[in-house]
């Protein structure tokens, strides 16, 4: 009986030095995860360049099924779409909306944005009417090291190019469906 008890004694778990061992090696692994998880300011960029794009395609879309115009501005740090109030007004869409006013996240901004070849700054509305061609829009979204230019034609398609380094364009690559 001498030696089973002597077994015993010797398997009694984890003494505090591995214990302490395991729960460093978790926090650090854990760490490196969510450090790789973080999006990056390019990713962030590439994200709402591509949600942008796809809203203006939207609105376009839905003014001409709706018959009601609807709007669009760059804002300092972001972006809105409008709509008009029973007022004849132009107001926001509510925060509810897919058309809510948006912020970008990061160090992510508008770089230039043209309506119809002529520069248009912060505040100001771009309109997609109900009838007839929608205006041309181009709007640069840059963030890290990479910037996403948005081109829209009289039909309301917006394209999606990525400009790493602000001179070559990967115009192959299309980043929207539109």
């Known amino acids: 009986m001498e030696p089973v008890a002597s077994a015993r004694r010797g398997k009694r778990g984890f ?11 978790a926090a650090v692994l854990s760490s490196m995860l969510l450090l790789a998880a973080m999006p990056t300011d390019a ?32 804002e300092r740090g972001g972006y ?40 248009l700054p912060p505040g100001e509305r771009i309109e997609f009417p109900a009838y007839g061609s929608q205006p041309l829009i181009e709007a640069t979204i840059a963030g890290g090291n990479a910037r996403f230019t948005l081109r829209g034609g009289i039909l309301g398609r917006i394209s999606l190019q990525r400009t790493a380094d602000g001179s070559r364009s990967d115009a192959g690559a299309r980043l929207h469906a539109g």
Not at 15 to 25: F, G, H, K, Q
Request: aromatic share 10%; no cysteine.
């Open 43 to 74: 990713s962030r960029a590439h994200e709402e360049a591509r949600r942008l794009a796809a809203l203006l395609e939207l609105a376009s879309t839905e003014a001409r099924a709706a018959g009601q115009s609807l709007a669009w501005s760059p």
């Open 80 to 119: 809105a779409f409008w709509q008009r109030g029973a007022d004849g007004e132009w107001a926001r869409f509510p925060d509810t909306s897919i058309f809510r006013p948006r912020l970008f996240s990061g160090q992510t901004a508008f770089g230039a944005v043209l309506a119809d070849a002529r520069e």
């Open 15 to 25: 003494t505090l030095i591995e214990v302490i061992i395991a729960v460093a090696v």
